[in-house]
């Protein structure tokens, strides 16, 4: 069974600051996705790594896809309130179609 | 665009009662997937779909049944409530094609009491 790990859990920061969340699995995926999700809202794609070692950055956020596929790591530079939310990583299994998430990061950035 | 739209938003059931969650998306995707979330626990895969006559068990499938009769519905259904099922679920499609973003609907939130 294909699984996905996410540490940490629960995260509080101050504005400003810099934090990593990291996304692990025993196993190769073909690819790893990020989402974010409000309150309230559906999860919504921030990016797609596809290729081992790959590293993309959407503004203050960088995304990187380890060499050997299995895991990935989200970093946010300089936090701002606006980064509140819940973090997702998810990944296609090798079940044809299956998409599976992991548990999920709460980040808090308090002003 | 409606994207995906889940039916309906708030419920509340009394054990043992049954009831049929409807997700619908206009994008004629291929794959549609039906996942809960409770706190702490991020996604958890219930069933999924990856074509109109097909379904499949994901991680939690207990309790629940689906059916894919229409390529744009996929029906989740709960035959027995049981307050273990009092969660959010939340539908998402997306097309045959690899890497590509799942859309979501908003969510259903479900009590049973």
């Known amino acids: 069974t294909q699984l996905l790990e996410q540490s940490p859990q629960f995260l509080s920061i101050q504005e400003g600051e810099n934090l990593t969340v990291y996304c692990n699995s025993s196993?190769?995926?073909?690819?790893l996705q990020w989402y974010r999700q409000e309150p309230g809202e559906g999860p919504v794609l921030l990016v797609t790594?596809?290729?081992?070692?790959e590293v993309k950055k959407l503004k203050r956020l960088t995304f990187q896809f380890g060499d050997a596929r299995k895991d990935s790591s989200l970093h946010i530079t300089a936090a701002q309130p606006g980064d509140t939310g819940l973090y997702l990583c998810?990944?296609?299994?090798?079940?044809?179609?299956?998409?599976?998430f992991g548990q999920g990061t709460e980040l808090s950035v308090k002003p | 665009n409606a994207g995906v739209t889940q039916t309906p938003k708030f419920r509340v059931l009394k054990t043992g009662q049954s009831m049929t969650l409807l997700c619908a998306q206009d994008?004629?995707?291929?794959?549609m997937y039906w996942y809960r979330q409770d706190p702490g626990m991020g996604l958890r895969l219930i069933h999924y779909?990856?074509?109109?006559?097909?379904?499949a068990k994901g991680e939690v499938p207990d309790g629940y049944n689906v059916s894919r009769l229409k390529k744009q519905n996929f029906l989740l259904g709960l035959e027995s409530a049981a307050p273990s099922q009092t969660s959010v679920y939340f539908c998402?499609?997306?097309?045959?094609?690899?890497?590509?973003?799942?859309?979501f609907g908003q969510g259903t939130r479900l009590t049973v009491v």
């Open positions: 998402a499609s997306t097309p045959m094609v690899l890497n590509t973003e799942a859309f």
């Open positions: 196993s190769v995926f073909s690819s």
């Open positions: 790594v596809v290729t081992g070692g």
């Open positions: 998810a990944g296609l299994t090798s079940e044809g179609g299956k998409l599976i």
């Open positions: 994008m004629n995707h291929e794959y």
């Open positions: 779909s990856v074509g109109e006559g097909t379904t």
